[in-house]
């Protein structure tokens, strides 16, 4: 098969919405604060509070009742907004508490989670929640089309879909009775964006984790195709007793770094100390001022590292703070392909490195029937790698009715060095918009153009996307184009100057009790990329099976069709070259996967077959363990053993994390990394001591040391030293209003 051939997968499925409608509950104007301990029942602040009840399964039983009962009650006073709720259990010895850790996931352990649509737009909302352990968890999520099995964790650069890296000012406290546990929630309302507005109301969901039982339940409930972030299927929370907008939040640092580099001759330990600060302003409840002065990100981990065996640009996610409250907004274009704002470009050279950030600004938020963003930041240079830049972005974005939307963005970067010439700059310009098509459709799309003084040609990019998903089945198809000269320089691009052509069939089943399953998962997916001249250089077919076990066991038992045209010979590992010419392939791909309530949980993927004229085995295995919910830890390997015409080769990377959470806000966290093809270890410990909104104090230690001369008698493992650096940062978050 010289060629992959774009299968052809046209169905029509029209399965309609379950009438129903949406549940309500009332805010209620409480007397006094409820005490924040955790304790429900007995608080009097609560008593004669409405209670929000009856929730629904998704899975297993979907739309059956929940296993137990829980009870939801809102209530306003002051300036915050506080939820209790009781969540009634008949065995608390079977709770799983997986982790402790802020912004853990809650799909592994009894939680509870609610999303707020403050708005009422029906496509925007605020995520808060918590397990029995008393996690905190927080998140933003801005983009309709979510809940439908295409979002991500910060899988966009610009933070689009479920933003669990914002990080909010806000309390839970929880507690294990008799008969189940509980919790309460303080959310000041200056932590929340809403319209100006007396008493309003909001969109509201509850949803409700039994992990013994891999039971998933909602309050207003949901097709099993959908998740917490589907608002359009949201309750509603009226009577709202929202206060004036009185919000500034000033959060300075001081840190005291010290660094020692050891491939100079005579290494010395440079030692500095530095100081900044950071603004939050609330023009309106509803539009907000970010402002930062010498940005430090000392307190972020550091990126996974990945092994690249092919020849186009790896993706790193945002994971800086600054950058990700309402980031969502600035996301336009194909995640991880092709985004026209990547927020990594500012104060990050391309070979990882920080650039030191002088200052910026940023203003987010709603004006009038407008969703504006307006980001302004300016970097310093770095002698030999980067001159100083000053980077500009602009979106407005009007949303509509049932979930569609359409917007501009403009970017610029200018360079601000005293010998940059006049023309060291660059522009783009883009318009989106996104059609909701009934309960399930969605079609999207953009069209761009670049503008870079000294690159001539066509500049234009554009991406059009449709997707179709019921409960049975979900259908998406898509095609992008960029130009030979579309360079959007605040922007990802994996590849440039080409085609390509995605579609996907996938269908969900559950079996009536056979055999234990719970779902199967058939699908196929096809994505195929050509340069604009007609050189195929990707083809890539998947059919696959994915059998889900009421116990929680998973399997996947998947086939590949692959081809690669290589228009001219690459260097894939030292020494190992991969010629110009076509490859056509086939491998097997299987992953085995323990219920995600174990303790020890582990998850094997396998591939293998063809791979550019020889053959690849590629084994990854993750081994999660549990010892409490304070103590985890994560081991995972990925191995691959090539053999090709031009040489044979082996790559590993080894990734061990470790995490020791004492409190929810006190930790100690490692993340130890292994790289054969750089010869290297690395290592990040961060110790951290939290108070409010990602402040408080902070330790950190980075260490990278060489391995290319290391033998099995060596005693100095892990190897010569590289780098090392150790600091100590604070910073205080002072609520002007609170």
Known sequence: MKRLILPLLLAAFSVPARAQQAPSVAAARLDAAPVLDGVVADDPAWTGV????????????DGDPASFETEVRVGVHGGTLFVGVILYDDDTSALIVADRRRDASLQNSDSFRFILDTFGDRQNGFVFGTNVAGAEYDAQFIGASGGSGFGGRMSAGSGGGLNVNWDASWEVVTRVHDGGWSVEFAIPFNTLRYPRGVEQTWGINFE???????????????????????????????????????????????????????????????????????????????????????TDFAQVEVDEEQINLDRFSLFFPEKRPFFLENAGLFSVGEQGEAELFFSRRIGIDPNGGTVPILAGARLTGSLADLKVGVLEMQTE??????????????????????????????????????????????????????????????????????????????????????????????????????????????????????????TSVFRRIRPQDRFGLFELRPHVNYRGYWKRDGFQQTGYLHVDNHWEFRSGWEFHTGRNWTYEGVSDAFEIADGVFVPADEYDHAEMALVAMMPEKDAV??????????????????????????????????????????????????????????????????????LGQYNDQRDQWSMNVRFGWLQQANTGLFVVFNSINRLDSLTMEDTTFPGEPEHRGLTIKYAYLFDVYR
């Open 381 to 502: 240079s770095v002698s030999g790698v980067t001159p100083a830049n000053n980077f500009g972005v602009l979106r407005l974005m009007r949303e509509f009715g049932n979930r569609s939307a359409a917007g501009v963005l403009l970017t610029q970067r200018i360079g601000t060095s005293s010998d940059a010439p006049d023309d060291d700059r660059n522009h783009v310009g883009a318009v989106d918009v996104r059609w909701g098509i009934g309960e399930y459709g969605t079609v999207s799309g953009f069209l761009a153009r670049s503008e870079t003084p000294g690159i001539d040609g066509n500049a234009w990019a554009g991406n059009a996307a449709a997707t179709w998903s019921t409960e049975s089945t979900t259908i998406s198809v898509g095609y992008t184009e960029t130009a030979e000269a579309f360079n959007p320089e605040l922007g990802f691009l994996r590849r440039q100057d080409y085609r390509k052509i995605s």
């Open 208 to 294: 409700r984790v039994i992990r013994r039982n891999n039971e998933t339940a909602f309050w207003a409930p949901l097709e099993r195709q959908f998740d917490l972030t589907r608002v359009t299927h949201a309750g509603q929370l009226t009577g709202v007793a929202v206060p004036d907008a009185r919000n500034l939040k000033l959060l300075p640092y001081v840190l005291t770094k010290a660094k020692r580099d050891y491939t100079v001759a005579d290494p010395e330990t440079d030692v500095r100390a530095d100081f900044g600060a950071d603004l939050k302003y609330s023009i309106t409840p509803s539009l907000t001022l970010d402002a930062t002065f010498n």
């Open 50 to 61: 409405a209670v929000a009840s009856g929730f629904t399964q998704t899975s297993p039983d």
């Open 601 to 670: 949980r582990l998850q094997v993927n396998l591939n293998t077959g063809g791979f550019f004229g020889g053959t690849r085995w590629a084994w990854v295995p993750r081994l999660n363990m549990r010892w409490s919910d304070e103590l985890t830890a994560e081991v995972a390997l990925g191995h691959n053993r090539v053999d090709l015409p031009g040489g044979a080769f082996h790559t590993n990377l080894l990734q061990t994390r470790l995490s020791w959470s004492f409190t929810p806000r006190i930790y100690l966290q490692a």
